[in-house]
C-alpha cells in the first residue's frame, strides 16, 4: 500500500483524541510530502540533525517532534522550531531547553519520558524522578517549558500481556503525577504506542502513539 493509503488506514482505526506522530526518521522529504498531502502535520524523527535539515525545506506549518535520546548540546539546534520533545529524562536536560528556548523567545512543550520496560537498554527515569520534576520549584520557574505529559516505551516482546502490564504503568504513573501536580495542571499527553502495539497502546489509555513503520515501510 502507499504512504497515503497507510495513513488514512491508520487515521480510521484510532480515536480522534488521540494524535498520531508519523515517524519519519530515515525517509526521505519526498515521503514526508506525500504524507503532508495526505493530511499529516505532525512529523517524529529521533536525529537533531535530520530533523533541522527536513524542517528547513519542508512547509512551515508542520510540527516537529523530537523523539530520540536529546543531547543536551545538540538541544540549540532545534530550540528555534520544535514543537515537542518526548524523551526528557533529567534536570539538567529540561534547564538547557528551558535556556535555549528562552533565546527564541518561545515555550517547547516536554514530555518526562519513563522507563517502564524491563530491558536495560531503554532510556527514561523512574517515577519518583519524574514526580520530583513536576514539584520542583525550580523548574516552576523555567518559563520556556510546559511539561504536558510523559512518554514511555514497552519492552520489544511478543508478549502482550507484559506490554499492556508496562503501559499501565506508564498510565498509573500519569495520574499519579496529575493528582501531585495540583495548581498549573498542564498534564494532557501520555506518548506511548507504536506501528506494533498502537492499538493495545490506546486501549491502555494512549493519547498520541508514534508510529513509523506502518505508514513509511519498512526502514533500512
Ligand atoms: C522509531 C521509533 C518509533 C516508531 O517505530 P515503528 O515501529 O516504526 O512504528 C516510535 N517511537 C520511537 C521513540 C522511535 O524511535
Same mark, same amino acid.
Given at each position: 500500500?502507499?504512504?497515503?493509503?497507510?495513513?488514512?488506514?491508520?487515521? $480510521?482505526?484510532?480515536?480522534?483524541? &488521540?494524535?498520531?506522530?508519523?515517524? #519519519? @526518521?530515515?525517509?526521505?522529504?519526498?515521503?514526508?510530502?506525500? *504524507? %503532508?498531502? $495526505?493530511?499529516?502535520?505532525?512529523?517524529?524523527?529521533? @536525529?537533531?540533525?535530520?530533523? *533541522?535539515?527536513?524542517?528547513? &525545506?519542508?512547509?512551515?506549518?508542520?510540527?516537529?517532534?523530537?523523539?530520540?535520546?536529546?543531547?543536551?548540546?545538540?538541544?540549540?539546534?532545534?530550540?528555534? +522550531?520544535?514543537?515537542?520533545?518526548?524523551?526528557?529524562?533529567? +534536570?539538567?536536560?529540561?534547564?538547557?531547553?528551558? @535556556?535555549? *528556548?528562552?533565546?527564541?523567545?518561545?515555550? !517547547?512543550?516536554?514530555?518526562?519520558?519513563?522507563? !517502564?520496560?524491563?530491558?536495560?537498554?531503554?532510556?527514561?527515569?523512574? +517515577?519518583?524522578?519524574?514526580?520530583?520534576?513536576?514539584?520542583?520549584?525550580?523548574?516552576?520557574?523555567?518559563?520556556?517549558?510546559?511539561?504536558?505529559?510523559?512518554?514511555?516505551?514497552?519492552?520489544?516482546?511478543?508478549?502482550?500481556?507484559?506490554?499492556?502490564?508496562?503501559?499501565?504503568?506508564? @498510565?498509573? *504513573?500519569?495520574? $499519579?503525577?496529575?493528582?501531585?501536580?495540583?495548581?498549573?495542571?498542564?498534564?494532557?499527553?501520555?506518548?506511548?504506542?507504536?506501528?506494533?502495539d %498502537?492499538k493495545l497502546a490506546?486501549?491502555?489509555? #494512549?493519547?498520541?502513539?508514534? &508510529?513509523?513503520?506502518? !505508514? +513509511?515501510?519498512?526502514?533500512?
Amino acid at each position: 500500500m502507499s504512504i497515503t493509503e497507510n495513513l488514512n488506514h491508520i487515521k $480510521a482505526s484510532i480515536p480522534s483524541n &488521540v494524535s498520531l506522530v508519523a515517524v #519519519s @526518521k530515515t525517509k526521505p522529504v519526498s515521503d514526508l510530502m506525500e *504524507a %503532508y498531502h $495526505a493530511g499529516q502535520r505532525i512529523f517524529g524523527e529521533n @536525529k537533531i540533525q535530520e530533523m *533541522a535539515e527536513k524542517f528547513e &525545506v519542508m512547509p512551515k506549518d508542520i510540527q516537529w517532534h523530537m523523539i530520540g535520546h536529546v543531547q543536551r548540546n545538540k538541544v540549540k539546534d532545534m530550540a528555534k +522550531f520544535v514543537t515537542l520533545i518526548h524523551g526528557v529524562d533529567s +534536570f539538567k536536560l529540561l534547564k538547557e531547553i528551558n @535556556k535555549q *528556548a528562552e533565546k527564541h523567545d518561545r515555550i !517547547i512543550d516536554c514530555l518526562l519520558q519513563i522507563k !517502564i520496560a524491563s530491558e536495560d537498554s531503554k532510556f527514561g527515569m523512574t +517515577f519518583e524522578n519524574a514526580s520530583e520534576i513536576t514539584q520542583s520549584s525550580k523548574v516552576l520557574e523555567f518559563k520556556n517549558v510546559r511539561i504536558t505529559g510523559v512518554m514511555g516505551m514497552a519492552t520489544l516482546t511478543n508478549d502482550e500481556k507484559q506490554i499492556e502490564n508496562e503501559f499501565n504503568r506508564l @498510565k498509573f *504513573a500519569f495520574n $499519579a503525577l496529575k493528582a501531585l501536580q495540583s495548581e498549573n495542571n498542564t498534564l494532557n499527553t501520555i506518548s506511548m504506542g507504536m506501528s506494533g502495539d %498502537y492499538k493495545l497502546a490506546i486501549n491502555c489509555g #494512549s493519547t498520541m502513539v508514534r &508510529v513509523g513503520s506502518s !505508514i +513509511f515501510g519498512k526502514r533500512n
